[in-house]
């Protein structure tokens, strides 16, 4: 479980993304909608992804205006326009490498973390250089958020944007 599960929420909830086109929308949408908070979790953000578009997830977030994204690792991917395959050792069955588009600028996460060296400060600037959107490179004490269209940086780490 990941450590933001046990910062004291009120309730909490799993939505298996692979398992609800299995179920009727009915059931599940509108717990969506009363939702005030998602944590999206990491793991490859091309599968994320896929499974957030064919589940219908996808196609209900446009609709949460008052719900809080709440990105890890890929779970702040997914929130870009497109992730391309460098960050992704899964292969979409359609292809794309489309990702939410709920921001409009792309993500690199985990920078300089030395458990993982293909996240490094080159990596970052060949992923930045086949963007069309501005990207930002952070590390993992660096937080995004974007409140009513206005994007912010917190940290007590490093990052750098990439325009």
Not at 20 to 29: G, H, M, T
Not at 61 to 68: E, M
Not at 134 to 154: C, F, H, L
Request: glycine share 10%; hydrophobic share 45%.
């Amino acid at each position: 479980m990941t450590p933001l599960c046990e910062i004291g929420w009120k309730s909490l909830g799993l939505l298996e993304l692979t398992a609800l086109p299995s179920i009727d929308a009915a059931q599940w949408i509108p717990i969506v909608r009363e939702t005030d908070a998602l944590l999206v979790g990491g793991g490859d953000p091309l599968y994320l992804a896929h499974w957030l578009q064919q589940s219908g997830a996808a196609d209900v977030l446009p609709s949460l205006q008052d719900t809080v994204w709440v990105g890890v690792s890929a779970g702040s991917l997914v929130a870009a326009p497109h992730l391309g395959q460098d960050l992704s050792d899964w292969q979409s069955p359609t292809g794309s490498v489309e990702a939410l588009g709920l921001v409009d600028f792309g993500i690199f996460p985990h920078l300089d973390n030395p458990n993982m060296p293909e996240f490094g400060l080159a990596d970052a600037e060949r992923w930045a250089a086949a963007l069309d959107v501005p990207g930002y490179a952070i590390d993992d004490q660096t937080a995004i958020t974007v409140i009513d269209g206005e994007v912010a940086v917190v940290s007590e780490g490093h990052w750098k944007l990439f325009d």
